[in-house]
């Protein structure tokens, strides 16, 4: 049997509407040493059939079926099943475009440990620059960290990597985990990376419109998230050779990031939260200085008129209460 160069491992949750898109855009591009290795994780609607009938279509797809247990349980048991010389991860909903493996492969065979490549939204929110070619350390970015890690994530992201399968020896996604576990699986990967090729083009299509996506949904836990992950954060940095300065400047930019984001959520996200929690929520996010002037920022871009200067006002006093109370009137409760 032929030596497998790729496997592109797939986490199916209920997914039949998309996954025949999804593997089509791999397969179609493909070479015929790779591997495209489905993970039914206990999907209850047609994707397993699904699965298996994409699999006595094409020799190179593997299904493994299991129980429920979340996409990092998916993405686990693909990485134990893989056996390519290079590994990408591509969500059931998402696509890749044509030339990804023309333009990433030869790399990777040149002696790169990782490939990053672009990405386009379906919503249109990613705006990105990746430098073009071959680094020989991701230390040559130390100064331009924050871009790479909170301006855009590149870093954090899953779906626009492909690593040689020797980098993610003993790295694992943390099952626990509802949220930033690409994240701290990324940054474990990274720092066992040497080389590392950039492609500039848009490769990835990544379709964030669902209502259940991260971005459209209402979630209560990214304070939570950030806090957990900020030792793995400052441990990538100094790794990479940033400075002390830039390890601060990093941190509290990602800090402040996340409480902006966890406050748009509030704002802007219909799901029931119980009052006090809610205010808690928001004074808890407002407390740090660096953090209000992010929030604050946040909603003078997002914000026009009246509710700018009533929203800039209750970020600026920390009016937790007051922001509770104009959630809650918003949704009608």
């Not at 949750?13 to 015929?32: D, H, I, M, R, W």
């Not at 059939?49 to 247990?69: F, P, Y």
């Not at 500039?200 to 949904?217: H, I, K, M, Q, T």
Request: charged share 20%; with cysteine.
């Amino acid at each position: 049997m032929s030596e497998v160069l790729l496997s592109v491992i797939v986490p199916v949750y209920n997914a039949a509407a998309t996954l025949e898109k999804c593997a089509a855009s791999v397969l179609g591009q493909a070479p015929e040493t790779a591997e495209l290795i489905l993970v039914d994780d206990g999907s209850a609607d047609a994707s397993p059939a699904l699965c298996d009938r994409l699999a006595e279509r094409d020799g190179r797809v593997r299904v493994l079926h299991q129980k429920n247990g979340g996409a990092s349980a998916a993405r686990n048991a693909g990485l134990a099943a893989a056996r390519g010389r290079y590994l990408q991860f591509v969500d059931a909903d998402d696509w890749v475009n044509p030339g990804l493996y023309a333009a990433a492969l030869p790399a990777l065979e040149a002696g790169a440990d990782v490939c990053f490549f672009g990405v386009d939204t379906l919503l249109g929110d990613v705006k990105e620059t990746l430098p073009a070619g071959r680094m020989e350390s991701l230390s040559g970015l130390a100064g331009n960290f924050a871009y790479y890690l909170v301006d855009t994530g590149l870093f954090a992201a899953l779906y626009n990597k492909i690593f040689r399968r020797s980098a993610l020896r003993g790295v694992r996604f943390d099952e626990a985990l509802k949220v930033n576990e690409d994240l701290l699986f990324c940054l474990a990967a990274l720092k066992n990376c040497g080389p590392a090729y950039f492609i500039p083009a848009a490769y990835y299509v990544c379709d964030n419109r669902a209502e259940g996506s991260l971005s459209r949904r209402l979630r209560t836990d990214l304070l939570d998230a950030e806090e957990y992950t900020r030792p793995a954060v400052a441990d990538f940095l100094a790794h990479y050779g940033a400075s002390e300065a830039e390890q601060r400047q990093v941190l509290l930019a990602r800090q402040g990031g996340v409480a902006a984001a966890q406050c748009a959520m509030l704002l802007g996200r219909r799901g029931a939260l119980p009052f006090g929690a809610c205010r808690r929520l928001f004074a808890r996010l407002l407390a740090p200085a660096h953090c209000r002037a992010a929030v604050g920022s946040w909603v003078q871009r997002c914000y026009t008129g009246p509710a700018r200067l009533v929203y800039g006002a209750c970020v600026r006093f920390r009016l937790a209460g007051a922001l509770a109370l104009l959630r809650s009137l918003r949704a009608g409760r």
